[in-house]
């Protein structure tokens, strides 16, 4: 069966640092892989969609990469902030349009 | 950009009854919505797919008599969880996809939280 898989031990990195989180998948052959951010107590918001045939994607200080071979998605915060502090989820499209299977979510904690 | 509002943001109610929750998208038209459930500490799974003018698609292991949706209107999907139990606490998100979306991303509205006692 479809599998995603994110660290589900917390995060906890120093200001200023760069954060990685990891998203790895099996049995899965995604078109898309979609990284969102949860606040406790709040629906997600989107942050970056990559695509099959893009190995790169760069929002401001957030940086995605998508290695589908190793079929997995890093997800990088450079000069993280302890407002980058919340949940990180990664999402695959299902086997229909629109249709997202989630992971389990990393949380990450940015101390000041 | 797309603005998704779900209400009540909290709800508490008593074993036995049925609860609705309301999912709107506000600035944008939806012909097809997703409702989602999210235990503690765990990931969104997703229950149905709700389209507009025609009945629910639902999940595997969802039941539809329990977890009725309604897409009335191209701006509203609502969830009724019928006779509530407290294996039902849980919290529901809806999502809505951009208009006229080149790519997949899903607006979420704020989600709400269900205590059943």
């Known amino acids: 069966s479809q599998k995603i898989e994110q660290n589900s031990e917390a995060l906890n990195i120093q200001e200023g640092k760069t954060a990685t989180l990891t998203c790895n998948y099996t049995n899965y052959s995604p078109a898309y892989l979609q990284w969102y951010r949860q606040d406790p107590g709040r629906g997600p918001v989107f942050l970056l969609l990559i695509r099959e045939n893009e190995k790169e994607k760069r929002k401001e200080r957030l940086k995605v990469t998508f290695d589908t071979t190793l079929k997995q998605s890093l997800f990088h915060i450079t000069a993280s902030q302890p407002a980058d502090s919340a949940t990180y989820l990664c999402?695959?499209?299902?086997?229909?349009?629109?249709?997202?299977?989630f992971g389990s979510g990393t949380r990450l904690l940015v101390r000041p | 950009g797309a603005v998704v509002s779900q209400h009540p943001s909290r709800v508490i109610c008593k074993s036995g009854t049925s609860v609705k929750i309301e999912c709107r998208s506000l600035d944008f038209q939806a012909t097809t919505m997703f409702w989602y459930r999210q235990f503690p500490k765990q990931s969104l799974m997703l229950m149905a797919t709700?389209?507009?003018?025609?009945?629910?698609?639902?999940e595997q292991g969802v039941e539809k008599d329990k977890f009725l949706i309604n897409h009335a209107s191209l701006t509203l999907s609502t969830l009724t969880v019928t006779s509530a139990h407290p294996e039902d606490s849980s919290f529901y998100i809806c999502?809505?996809?951009?208009?006229?979306?080149?790519?997949?991303?899903?607006?979420f509205g704020p989600g709400t939280r269900l205590t059943v006692t």
């Open positions: 709700s389209n507009e003018g025609s009945k629910a698609t639902y």
């Open positions: 999502s809505a996809p951009p208009p006229r979306g080149a790519s997949y991303e899903q607006y």
């Open positions: 999402a695959l499209v299902g086997d229909s349009s629109y249709k997202l299977i």
